[in-house]
């Protein structure tokens, strides 16, 4: 008797960490359903995978809420549903609070790393109710959002509020028996962290990456710090008293802003 493949749905997924959960998931036999806004890349991406003809591509942008809908609703009828939804679209700048021009990129962080998290969600909870066996909703949280850094107000507070929001949707997925899974990436080697013009300690491959955070999202953790070192430090940043804190990271580098153009 065959095992019917795991239908994973993640945003994100033409570069850096969520192609990299394609490919893994992919390798592992799912069908997928992969969302970007550049269609080509998604394309070039599933050309690579095993059984491109299962996968489904949807080119949008996330912030565009009625669209993504409309994706999660036909990779739900397809498919009959999801097993695994992947919020895994994010952006990063560096911003700072004086300067008024900065305004719209904080509203542009928060509208891809929260807003469209939550919008990702909401279309696929209904079915994954009725449903049955292992369910997950994933987001890709940072070890950024466990405390603020200078220079990246949006950035940290945006990942803050979506390890806070994945809390309150634990609770109350738990009688439903949905997993809600964050996976606090550190430095991982993709074109996001590739212009930071500082050490990256710890940097891990995407690659590597992926395969542990499937490991951990099959396993239903509630959080995870990928990779583990980076998690000691995220534990060890949580209890640091505001004084010592301030000391030591006031005069840390901090990623550039992005000029206007």
Not at 33 to 52: E, M, S
Not at 73 to 91: C, K, Y
Not at 233 to 241: C, D, G, I, M, Q
């Amino acid at each position: 008797m065959s095992v019917a493949p795991q239908r994973v749905f993640i945003t994100g997924a033409s570069s850096g960490i969520g192609a990299a959960l394609a490919r893994e998931y992919a390798a592992r036999g799912a069908v997928l359903g992969l969302l970007a806004r550049r269609r080509d890349a998604l394309d070039a991406l599933v050309a690579t995978l095993p059984h491109p003809e299962r996968h489904r591509v949807y080119a949008l942008d996330v912030t565009d809420h009625a669209a993504l809908a409309g994706a999660a609703n036909d990779f739900i009828g397809a498919h009959g549903g999801a097993d695994v939804v992947i919020a895994s679209a994010g952006i990063s700048h560096g911003t700072l609070t004086e300067r008024l021009e900065d305004l719209p990129l904080f509203e542009s962080v928060f509208a891809t790393n929260v807003q469209a998290t939550i919008a990702t969600f909401a279309p696929f909870i209904a079915a994954m109710k009725e449903g049955a066996g292992a369910r997950r909703l994933v987001a890709i949280g940072s070890v950024g959002g466990v405390r603020g850094m200078k220079g990246a107000g949006a950035y940290c507070a945006s990942k803050a509020a979506v390890h806070s929001y994945c809390e309150s949707l634990r609770l109350e997925m738990r009688p439903y028996g949905i997993r809600v899974v964050t996976i606090a990436p550190g430095y991982i080697d993709t074109p996001m962290t590739s212009n930071n013009r500082f050490p990256m300690p710890f940097l891990m491959p995407a690659g590597r990456f992926a395969a542990r955070a499937v490991g951990a999202i099959e396993a239903g953790t509630s959080f995870r710090v990928i990779p583990w070192q980076m998690g000691l430090v995220a534990r060890l940043l949580r209890v640091l008293p505001n004084a010592i804190f301030d000391a030591l990271f006031a005069r840390a580098p901090q990623k550039a802003r992005k000029e206007a153009a």
